[in-house]
Nanobody, 125 residues
């Protein structure tokens, strides 16, 4: 499975963006999916995950209430709607497909076996 993330860009503090992750070469309909991010000089961190059936989304505390993960299996696509963006959200965001179908989706990056290239999100103050 190949994953292609898109939708990043430059946005002002308090703004919104929607990231997309299109899958090809296989279906992600039966796969847990996740979003991760890595800011300059920092470790990669979990942002959000969603189980294969679309229920029980899982969020990092830092984005809870502001970000929404969703999926459209018919389009083989994963989304991340980001509202009320803050400068500390600036990072490269990557999507990933998990090894196992846990409920909720795991936060552990080592459990994700397919990764897309990242898309840069920059939030200006």
């Amino acid at each position: 499975v190949q994953l292609q993330a898109s939708g990043g860009g430059l946005v002002q503090d308090g703004g919104s963006l929607r990231l997309s992750c299109a899958a090809s070469g296989g279906t992600i309909s039966f796969t847990n999916m996740g979003w991760f991010r890595q800011a300059p000089g920092k470790e990669r961190e979990f942002v959000a995950g969603i189980s294969w059936g679309g229920g029980v989304p899982n969020y990092a505390d830092s984005v809870k209430g502001r970000f929404t993960i969703s999926r459209e299996n018919a389009k083989n696509t994963l989304y991340l709607l980001m509202n009320s963006l803050k400068p500390e959200d600036t990072a490269v965001y990557s999507c990933a497909a998990a090894r196992r179908r846990t409920v909720p989706a795991t936060k552990e990056a080592s459990e994700y076996i397919y990764w897309g290239q990242g898309t840069l999100v920059t939030v200006s103050s």
